[in-house]
């Protein structure tokens, strides 16, 4: 379960998921310079939207993918903070494949091995081809991959880089009213 789980807070301090129990999660492995690092956007949105009905964003950037989050954990926040005016949780940089890989992302893998896709999906795998990435097994394909988890813990859906948060909206609403 998601909750046996801790992950660390962008000064080190270990965080139980636990501490999440009984909300509606969105986990998102992000970086600050990707083409879809704008989705933050989006993100604010939804947690501006739900934040006041139980509903959380989980912020996990990740340097894996081009190397396309650099800096320091505090950079990192500080950028999202004033470029996207994020107010969501972002905890320090994770790998979230390899065999570093953050316990939670392999659990995360795991239970949603394949992401829900959108037109734009074949356009980004066919890309990442390209670069040598592998688009196959249960790895996550890229930066702003997405998970959603319901109130009690359940990895539900998992959703490409291509699919934009305001898409999830309605699955948001759905498991909020459970």
């Keep these: ?31 600050t310079g990707c083409g879809f690092t ?50 969501f949780k972002t905890f320090s940089k994770i790998d979230v494949n390899g065999e570093n890989a953050s316990d939670l992302y392999k659990y995360l893998r795991e239970q949603a091995p394949k992401a829900a896709e959108d037109e734009a999906s074949e356009g980004l795998y066919d890309k990442l081809k390209g670069y040598g990435f ?19 813990g359940n990895v539900i859906e998992r959703f490409a880089p291509t699919y934009e948060p305001e898409k999830i909206a309605e699955k948001i609403e759905e498991l909020l009213k459970k």
């Design 38 to 87: 704008p989705q933050y956007e989006g993100l604010q949105k939804l947690y501006d939207k739900y934040k006041h009905n139980g509903f959380e964003i989980l912020d996990f950037p990740c340097n894996q993918f081009l190397e396309q989050a650099p800096g320091s954990d505090e950079e990192i926040v500080s950028f999202c903070q004033l470029k996207y005016r994020t107010t």
């Design 134 to 152: 592998s688009t196959d097994g249960d790895e996550i394909k890229w930066n702003f991959t997405k998970f959603l988890i319901d109130k009690e």
């Design 1 to 31: 379960m998601i909750y046996d789980f801790n992950v660390k807070a962008v000064r080190g301090r270990e965080v139980s998921m636990e501490d999440y129990k009984g909300k509606v999660l969105l986990i998102v492995n992000t970086a």
